[in-house]
């Protein structure tokens, strides 16, 4: 355990956060455990130099699967919680049983959410979510899944015939180590997302529908609220109905992304929970009254729950990414335009020199209307696009 020279005074809400993992959530999370007087500490291979240690400034140096350096975070902290579903949920569930260290969300949730398969077969038995049709009676495309360790569409392959399928398997089961399942094509018109947070006592609140861009299966930009009149929209309501059922189905507290497809009949599907703040809930830090890591925080260490609505009229989020070259410069175009427009607002992660397809950063655009936010964006995008040629 390292921790600051000098600990300062701790308010009389002050909780002791343990958070599993050290990437950018946990460096958000951190931000707003200083704003509510919160004290966090992360496990993480790099211990202080990871980009949440450099925040927080207290760190256990440890693997996410090590349960020996799980077990010392859980020796300095009250509420332990992740940044990350890819962690030993063996040894979450042995602290929960303990019942020392309060563990939000229950590591039964991360476990069901951390295999894909397991988490769409616990999704299949709630009721009001669709999944699409199950495992039977579907051809080619099909997009073959790995069913842990996946993130960024780095698991994930297409499989558009029966010699495909054959190559996919072997490179995405790494020779048989890595298990796969095959989910059927989902013909979408566009990709949904919806932050939801769920407290101590069970209580459900959503943030605004959101519509997601991926490119290369990572997410690239995020428009918040979703382009459709929420009020009226059936398929808007259908979706955030969908979320809240989801989640309501899981166990423990904290915020969770619910990532939907919006399907050509007007249906929604449900494609993936994640159970902690998500990309998609980046516009939330500038466009919310309660951002999402604030909000994850305030559930799992039981405090009040925060205010889901927007304080801007429109929003929109640009994910900036390691450049395919491999260049800072390429990937700095969309920080520097970004600094130069009015309504953008930068999170630079600070981490290690850009890799491709790293996540260096987002942008945050906010305004008074659909309309100039969707300019700005727009003109980000392009100069981006344009760097990275
Ligand atoms: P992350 O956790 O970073 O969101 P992931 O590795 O878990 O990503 P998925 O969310 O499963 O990956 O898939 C990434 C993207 O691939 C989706 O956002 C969607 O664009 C596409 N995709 C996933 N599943 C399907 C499907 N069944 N049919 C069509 N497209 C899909
Ligand atoms: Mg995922
Ligand atoms: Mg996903």
Known sequence: MCSAASEPSLPPTSVRVGVVGGGQLGQMMALAAHRLGVKLTCLDP??????TGKV??????????????????????????VEIEHIDTASLAAIEAEGKVAVHPSPRTLATIQDKLLQKRHLSTVDGVSLGDSWHTWGYPLMLKART????????????????AESAFSSLSRG???????ERWAEFV???????????????????LTVTEQRDSMCHTVVAPAPVAASVSEQA??????????????????????????????????NEIAPRPHNSGHYTMDACVTEQHEMHLRCVAGLPLGDTSMKVAAAAMYNVI????????????????????????LHWYGKAPPKPRRKMAHVNLVGGSRHEV???????????DAANG
């Open 46 to 51: 790099g211990g202080l130099a990871s980009p």
């Open 56 to 81: 927080c400034g207290a760190a256990v140096t440890g693997g996410l699967a090590d349960g020996a350096a799980i077990r010392k975070l859980a020796a300095e902290v009250d509420v332990l919680t």
């Open 149 to 164: 360790l996946a993130y960024d569409g780095r698991g994930n392959a297409v499989v558009r015939s029966a010699a495909e």
């Open 176 to 182: 048989g180590a890595v298990p796969l399942y095959a």
């Open 190 to 208: 566009s990709e949904l997302a919806v932050m939801v947070a769920r407290a101590r006592d069970g209580t459900v609140v959503t943030y605004p």
């Open 237 to 270: 309501l259908a979706a955030l109905a969908v979320a809240r059922k989801a989640i309501s189905s899981l166990w423990g507290a904290g915020i969770f992304g619910v990532e939907l497809f919006h399907m050509k009949d007007g249906s929604v599907l449900l």
């Open 322 to 345: 390691g450049s395919a070259d491999g260049k800072l410069s390429t990937t700095l175009a969309a920080v520097d335009a970004a600094l130069a427009m009015p309504c953008a607002a």
């Open 374 to 384: 969707a300019i700005a964006l727009r003109k980000l995008e392009a100069i981006a």
